[in-house]
């Protein structure tokens, strides 16, 4: 069986690096549609593109959570968390209506349901109630471009970096919390991918440390290996995470790694990072003050972390996809 291919779906944002990788590794052809796979109505119209484009007897492969109203083509997707059910401040009455009225019946009629962890897999078994064969783990791998070897970013300080994006469950106000009140360095900063909002930058000034944070603005791809390799650490004490490809990305740089002990984060980091309640500010900080003054942790951790990376990669995940659509095809 032949499947089209949503590719609206390739960005740059985690959905959209996932999107690129099976895209340039599978080669399927491309479903004719247009508009953003996000939009509530994209329902409707990836539909009636389905009948339209697709014969009888191919199928539709998205890898996104995107969903036709009625499923006419053998189905499979992605869904890489339930992050805007499980999360209220994610959440809104649209989502919350489209998760149950599209997603969890997409879930049942679909011939294989892909994800990105043991945690999210869990979940969505749990949430619509179907058999766990039908949900398939496909991990997420690391580029190799992420490695030790990438050019360091110098911007002449001492930094932690926070690979983020403003959204709630980035946990951003209990970070900066954290730093502002971490017995560390007053010289070492606090570096923020994506631009700042006037309630953080409000936030900081409150603690007395907008001096020490950098925000850089939107980060290119090519980028992100130097970022991570010339900070001290990363500071990722997410609330929800499908997988967390920072974490990964990091350790494959020899970037010390702090983050959460919820969620997906534990799965990917295993014992190569720093594991702390997110919801505490106390142990968020504890955590900053160890990457920042403990150089012999610093090394285990790069170590540990080099090693854990390793076990996650794009081929990989290729490989289960490839599985996952030929065993929907006999």
């Not at 953003?36 to 119209?45: E, H, V």
């Not at 983050?259 to 309640?277: I, K």
């Not at 996650?312 to 659509?325: G, N």
Request: hydrophobic share 45%; glycine share 6%; proline share 6%.
């Amino acid at each position: 069986m032949r499947f089209f291919y949503d590719a609206r779906w390739i960005g740059e944002h985690g959905i959209g690096r996932v999107a690129r990788v099976l895209d340039e590794a599978l080669q399927l052809p491309h479903l004719d549609i247009k508009g953003s796979p996000s939009s509530p109505l994209d329902t409707l119209f990836l539909w009636f593109a389905s009948l339209k484009n697709i014969p009888v007897g191919e199928g539709l492969f998205t890898p996104g959570y995107n969903a036709p109203l009625f499923i006419s083509r053998p189905f499979v997707f992605t869904i890489h968390d339930l992050n805007h059910i499980d999360r209220p401040e994610n959440s809104s009455f649209l989502k919350t209506v489209y998760y149950s009225l599209i997603m969890r019946r997409a879930c049942r009629k679909a011939a294989a349901v892909l994800t990105v962890s043991e945690f999210s897999r869990q979940r969505i078994i749990d949430w619509a109630g179907i058999a766990p064969s039908k949900v398939i783990n496909i991990d997420n791998g690391v580029d190799p471009a992420y490695n030790v070897h990438a050019l360091a970013y110098q911007p002449g300080f001492r930094y932690l970096l926070s690979v983020s994006n403003r959204k709630p469950h980035k946990n951003e106000p209990r970070i900066v919390k954290a730093f502002a009140a971490a017995a560390i360095d007053v010289d070492v900063r606090l570096l923020f991918t994506g631009k700042p909002t006037d309630e953080l930058l409000q936030l900081a000034r409150s603690l007395g440390v907008e001096s020490r944070l950098v925000f850089v603005g939107r980060v290119a791809e090519e980028d992100l290996p130097g970022l991570y390799r010339g900070a001290m650490g990363l500071v990722f004490p997410s609330l929800y995470e499908g997988f967390g490809l920072p974490v990964i990305e990091a350790m494959s740089c020899g970037t010390p790694v702090l983050t959460a002990n919820t969620t997906s984060l534990p799965e990917v980091a295993g014992d190569a990072a720093l594991l702390v309640n997110p919801d505490s500010i106390e142990e968020i900080g504890k955590g900053i003050e160890a990457l920042c003054n403990d150089q012999t942790l610093r090394k285990e951790l790069s170590a540990k972390g080099l090693l854990q990376a390793a076990r996650f990669s794009w081929p990989a995940t290729v490989e289960k996809v490839r599985w996952a659509l030929a065993s929907v095809s006999r």
